[in-house]
C-alpha cells in the first residue's frame, strides 16, 4: 500500500507541476506533455520535455522556455530577452536540413512559457558531456555514453550542418557551443540556437555591436565567440569555424578553454586569445592526432589562417571506413540497384564494429526503406540480421519486427527464404513466443512447401529449436504432418533423411501417444530401399524407445515394428556395422516383449494356481463323494441294502472280502446292524477283467474261478455262512467308448459296466440269466450245497451261443 501511495504521490507532483510549467500554453491541446528529460540553448535556457501528439500518437519533444527566469530583468531587458528567444525559433522553423532540428510544431506563447514541439530528442550535447543545469532528473542521462565512433561521426555531420548555412541558407549561426548542439533520438547531432545568428556578409563588412557586452540571460559567452567579432566586429565563415574549434576541444578534454570574459575584462581576453592562438590550447594531446594539427589551426587570431570546412571534411580524421560508410549510406537510397548492391555488400563486411546505438538508430531506418525494393531485399536483410542479432528482445519489438513480418511473407526472390533461414537462430533469441507463432512458424510451414532442396533442408535442421517455442497441439496438428508429407512426397534421399532425423528429434517435445500414434506407426510407409534412409528409420526407433518417457509398447513392437525392421536386415547395400546396428535392435525388441509378457503370463498362472489349489481339492472330494453316492444307489437296486451280497466274492477284492468277513462275524454275534462300506469301483491288478474273445480262454478262466470258489466255500462252511451264487460277467450289447479300461501294455478293452436297473419287474437286468431270482432259491436241489449252481458244461454252452 506504501508503494501504491508513493507512485500515486510521484504522479500527482509530476502533473502539478507540468500544469504550472504549461498554464495556459495553446501547445498542451494538442499534446500530451510527460518527463523533463534535458535542458539546451545559450545559458540552458530550455527545458526539453517527452511528449506525443494527441491525435496521430506521433512521439514528439517539447522545448519549453519559462518566463519566470526573467524576474530579476528590467521590462525593456525582458522583453530583448523574448525577442531572442522568438527570432531563434522562427528562424529555426523555416530551416530544413538533417544536420538541423526539425520543428513538428510552432512557436506557441503564453502569458508564462514559450514552446515548441520537435523530433525526439535525447538532450543537448552540454547534459551528455556532463552539465546538468536546469534538469530535474538526471538518471536518463547517466545511460547515454558517447563512443568515439559518436564523437567523430557527429563532429563529421556538424561540418556538413554548417556548411549547408553557409553556402545554402547564407547564414553565419556565431553561436556554436555544446548548448545549441541537440543529440536526437537516432544519436543525429543536430544545429539548434538560432537567435544570434546573421546573413552572411562580405568579409571586412561591420556587423554592429555584438551581444556580449550586455550580459543578458540566453546572450552568447566570450568563451565561443570568435575573436575578431568581439575585437572587430567583423563576422565570415571564419567565424563559425572559430566556434567549432573550441567546442572540439571541449568535447575531447571535458572542460573549457580558460579565458577572461570579455564583458569584464577585454584587455585579458585579447590577450588570452593571442597565446592561445600562438601556444595552442593547454590540452591539446587529448585529441586525436590525426585532428590536432586542424584543431590548433581553428583556434588562430588570423581568420585567413583557418581552414575552410571543406578542408576539414577530407582531413585523415574523417576518412574512416565507416564514417564514409554511413555518409555514404544517407546518399545511398535514389542510386541504381548495381550501386547500392556493391554498396551493400561492403557494410556486411563492417557492420559488426559499429556501435550497436548507431546500428539501431542510425543504419537500421536507412536500410528498411530498401523493402520497397524486392531485388535489393537479400542485400539488405543480411545487414538487418546482423543488428537484430545485438538487439534486445524489447529492441527487437519496438524497432525491427513490423518492418521484417511482411518480407517473411515473401515468395521471391528465394533467397529471403534461405538468409531467414541461415539466420534463424537470431530471430529466436530475441523474439518471444507469441512472435514466434505469428511471423517464424508461418515461414516454416512455407519452407516445408517449398521446392527448393536447400530451404527444406535449413528449415528441417531447424525445426527442433523452433518447437521449444511452440504449445504440443500446434506441432501435432501442423508441424508433424507437414513433416511427414515431405517425407513421402519427396524423391531426395537426403531430404528423407533429414525428415527422419527431425521426427526423431521431436521425441522429447512431444507427448508418448502422439510419438507412436503419428510417428513410430508412419514408419513402415516410409521408402527405405537406401541404407541412409533404413539407419534413419532405426535411429527414430531406437530413440523413441530409449527416451525417458516414451518407450514402445510390446503389442506395437511384435505387431508393426519388428516386421517392418526384419526385412530391412537383407536389404542391399548395407555395411556390417549397419546390419549389425538393425540385429542389436531387433534383439533389444525382443528382449522387451520376452520380458513383459513372461512376467504377465507367470503372474497369471501364480495367481490362478493358488486361487484353485484350494477349490480343486473341495471339488474332488464332492466329485468323490457323488461317485460314492451314485454307486450306492446302483447297488441298493440290486438289494444290497439288506446286507445280502447276492454276488458274494466274485466282484471284491481280498480286502474287501475280509471286511465282508468281519461284518458277517458281527451279525453272527448280534452286535447290532452294521452298514454296508461301499467303495468306488477299481480295477483289480488281481483280477483279469478282460472279455475273453475265445472258448479256451472261457474255459481257463472258468477253471479259475470254480477253483477260487471252492477255496471260499469251504472256509464258509466251517463259519457257517451260505454259499454265494456265482455271476459272471457278460457282453454289453454295444461296445461303448466310456466304458473302456487300461491294461498293464497300455492298449483299451472292455469293461464290466453295473447299471441300475431300468425295469421295476426286472430288477437284475442282463445279468438275469446269471443270477438266480428269488423263487428259483426256495426250489429244492438235487445238488449238492458245496457245488456251484451252474455246471461246467451249461456255462459253456452258454458262453457257445
Known amino acids: 500500500m506504501d508503494a501504491i501511495n508513493k507512485i500515486y504521490s510521484s504522479v500527482s507532483q509530476t502533473v502539478s507541476t507540468l500544469s ?44 519549453v522556455f519559462d518566463k519566470k527566469q ?17 527570432r531563434g525559433v522562427v528562424q529555426l522553423t523555416k530551416i530544413r536540413h538533417p544536420q538541423v532540428l526539425t520543428v513538428q510544431h510552432a512557436m506557441e506563447e503564453s502569458r508564462d512559457t514559450i514552446a515548441f514541439a520537435t523530433e525526439p530528442v535525447v538532450a543537448s550535447l552540454a547534459n551528455l558531456l556532463g552539465n546538468t543545469t536546469n534538469i530535474s532528473n538526471t538518471g536518463l542521462l547517466a545511460e547515454y555514453k558517447l563512443s568515439e565512433f559518436d564523437t567523430k561521426f557527429g563532429i563529421f555531420e556538424l561540418i556538413k550542418g554548417i556548411r549547408f548555412l553557409h553556402d545554402e541558407v547564407q547564414l553565419v549561426h556565431r553561436h ?30 561591420p556587423v554592429g555591436n555584438h551581444p556580449f557586452k550586455s550580459r543578458l540571460l540566453g546572450n552568447p559567452g566570450s568563451k565561443w565567440t570568435a575573436p575578431e567579432l568581439i575585437l572587430e566586429n567583423s563576422c565570415n565563415d571564419s567565424t563559425d569555424i572559430y566556434s567549432l574549434g573550441i567546442l572540439i576541444y571541449t568535447i575531447y578534454t571535458r572542460e573549457n578553454i580558460p579565458s577572461p570574459d570579455a564583458s569584464s575584462d ?49 582531413i585523415s580524421y574523417f576518412c574512416d571506413q565507416y564514417v564514409q560508410c554511413l555518409d555514404s549510406l544517407e546518399t545511398l537510397f535514389p542510386k541504381d540497384n548495381l550501386e547500392k548492391s556493391e554498396f551493400y555488400k561492403r557494410l556486411a563486411t563492417i557492420i559488426g564494429d ?25 542485400f539488405v536483410l543480411t545487414n538487418i540480421l546482423t543488428i537484430t542479432a545485438s538487439c534486445t528482445r524489447a529492441e ?47 515461414l516454416v510451414y512455407k519452407a516445408l512447401e517449398s521446392k527448393s532442396q536447400q530451404i527444406q533442408e535449413l528449415c528441417l535442421s531447424i525445426i527442433p529449436s523452433v518447437v521449444v517455442h511452440l504449445d504440443k497441439s500446434t506441432i501435432k496438428g501442423g508441424l508433424v504432418p507437414r513433416i511427414k508429407t515431405l517425407c513421402s512426397g519427396t524423391n531426395l534421399v537426403s531430404v528423407r533423411v533429414k525428415c527422419l532425423l527431425c521426427l526423431g528429434q521431436l521425441a522429447p517435445k512431444i507427448d508418448k501417444w502422439v510419438m507412436i500414434d503419428d510417428i513410430v506407426s508412419y514408419l513402415p510407409t516410409v521408402n527405405c530401399r537406401e541404407p541412409a534412409v533404413i539407419m534413419a528409420i532405426v535411429g527414430v526407433y531406437k530413440i523413441s524407445f530409449n527416451t525417458d518417457g516414451l518407450g514402445i509398447p510390446k503389442d506395437v513392437l511384435a505387431c508393426k515394428v519388428l516386421p517392418h525392421l526384419f526385412p530391412m536386415t ?29 512376467d504377465k503370463l507367470g503372474s497369471k498362472a501364480g495367481s490362478i494356481s493358488s486361487s484353485t489349489s484350494s477349490s480343486s481339492l473341495q471339488e474332488k472330494q464332492q466329485s468323490t463323494a457323488q461317485q460314492q453316492s451314485e454307486l450306492q444307489q446302483s447297488f441298493g437296486s440290486l438289494s444290497f441294502g439288506s446286507g445280502n451280497d447276492l454276488y458274494g466274492d466274485f466282484m471284491q477284492s481280498p480286502s474287501t472280502m475280509s471286511t465282508n468277513k468281519a461284518a458277517q462275524q458281527q451279525r453272527k454275534t448280534g452286535s447290532g446292524p452294521m452298514k454296508l462300506q461301499l467303495k468306488p469301483l477299481q480295477p483289480q491288478a488281481d483280477w483279469n477283467w478282460n472279455i475273453p474273445s475265445t472258448a479256451k480262454e472261457n474255459s481257463n478262466n472258468f477253471n479259475l474261478i470254480t477253483q477260487q470258489q471252492q477255496q471260499n466255500s469251504t472256509s464258509m462252511v466251517q463259519n457257517n455262512v451260505p454259499p454265494p451264487a456265482i455271476a459272471m460277467p457278460m457282453m454289453p450289447a454295444a461296445p461303448m467308448a466310456s466304458n473302456m479300461w ?49 455246471s461246467k458244461e451249461d456255462i459253456m454252452e452258454f458262453l457257445q451261443k
Not at 500554453?25 to 518527463?35: C, M, Q, R, S, W
Not at 540556437?193 to 568579409?203: D, I, Q, T, Y
Not at 511473407?409 to 512472435?435: A, G, R, T
Open 20 to 63: 504550472a510549467v504549461f498554464l495556459g500554453n495553446p501547445l498542451t491541446k494538442d499534446y500530451d506533455i510527460a518527463e523533463h528529460i534535458g535542458s539546451a540553448g545559450t545559458e540552458l535556457v530550455w527545458k526539453i520535455y517527452t511528449g506525443c501528439k494527441r491525435t496521430t500518437k506521433e512521439v514528439a519533444s517539447i522545448f
Open 70 to 86: 526573467l524576474e530579476l530583468f528590467t521590462k525593456d531587458e525582458r522583453e530583448e530577452i523574448c525577442e531572442n528567444i522568438r
Open 176 to 205: 556554436i557551443c555544446t548548448e545549441n548542439i541537440i543529440v536526437n533520438k537516432q544519436g543525429i547531432w543536430k544545429l539548434f540556437g538560432f537567435g544570434f545568428c546573421w546573413s552572411k556578409r562580405a568579409p571586412g563588412t
Open 266 to 314: 577585454l584587455y585579458g581576453y585579447k590577450q588570452s586569445v593571442t597565446k592561445l592562438s600562438n601556444q595552442g590550447p593547454p590540452k591539446l594531446t587529448a585529441i586525436p592526432e590525426s585532428l590536432r594539427s586542424e584543431v590548433k589551426k581553428m583556434l588562430s587570431v588570423n581568420p585567413q589562417a583557418r581552414p575552410t570546412l571543406q578542408s576539414l571534411i577530407q
Open 354 to 378: 559499429i556501435p550497436h546505438r548507431v546500428r539501431l538508430y542510425r543504419i537500421l531506418p536507412l536500410l528498411v526503406k530498401e523493402f520497397v525494393n524486392c531485388s535489393m531485399i537479400p
Open 396 to 442: 527487437y519489438m519496438q524497432h525491427i519486427s513490423s518492418h521484417l513480418r511482411p518480407v517473411m511473407l515473401l515468395d521471391e526472390p528465394v533467397q529471403i527464404m534461405l538468409i531467414f533461414f541461415q539466420n534463424l537462430d537470431v530471430l529466436l533469441k530475441v523474439c518471444p513466443s507469441e512472435e514466434i507463432r505469428a511471423s517464424v512458424l508461418p
Open 570 to 598: 537383407i536389404v542391399n547395400g548395407l555395411t556390417l556395422q549397419q546390419f549389425n546396428a538393425i540385429i542389436a535392435l531387433i534383439k533389444e525388441f525382443t528382449r522387451k516383449i520376452e520380458e513383459e509378457q513372461g
Open 742 to 790: 487300461m491294461n498293464n501294455n497300455g492298449s483299451t478293452t472292455k469293461r464290466l459296466e453295473l447299471t441300475s436297473p431300468t425295469n421295476n419287474s426286472n430288477p437284475y437286468g442282463q445279468l438275469q440269466p446269471l443270477i438266480p431270482t428269488p423263487s428259483q432259491t426256495g426250489k429244492a436241489s438235487a445238488k449238492s450245497a458245496t457245488s456251484p449252481m451252474l
